[in-house]
């Protein structure tokens, strides 16, 4: 057998870059829900520093007169950010992935889902019970024994 050469194409992603600046959507019609959702929230940590931007006043007239164009700017550049980094097509196959995913979840029905929480509550008071307990015994041990003193610390001789 003889070496033999592909002729395939090797297909380079696009540079995160140069997808900036790109308006296509990459497979439109798969991971809809978790794309949206992925956009909307880096949409909200946009719109949360775009709005942290926006009480941002120094002595400075520049800063004092665009209060509200800088932080426009920055929430539509993020806005526009958000848009093609879920389109981006390494980013964007991943949440397609993980949409496909999501559909072979067994999702708990409400009842289990109230039953689980219960015992998940039931077993955290226990849990602090049993902590308070193992606690007071331990501070009554240590006491008789003059290891922690009654009313307060040790003085330093």
Known sequence: MG??????KIVEA????????QVGLYKATQ???????????ILVAVAAGAYRWSGFQTGNEFFANSR???PMVFLTVGGWFAFRIVNYPRF???LIAVEAEMTKVSWPSN????????????VLFSMMVL??????????VFKFLGILQVGGTKEAS
């Open 131 to 140: 902590l308070y307990s193992f606690d007071w015994f331990w501070v009554i």
């Open 92 to 94: 964007a196959d991943f």
């Open 68 to 70: 509200f164009i800088l």
């Open 31 to 41: 991971g809809r829900i978790a794309r949206r959702v992925t956009m909307l929230a």
């Open 111 to 122: 009842a289990e889902l109230y039953r689980s929480s219960f015992v998940v509550i039931f």
């Open 3 to 8: 070496a033999e050469m592909s002729t395939d």
């Open 14 to 21: 696009p540079s995160l870059i140069g997808e900036l600046f």
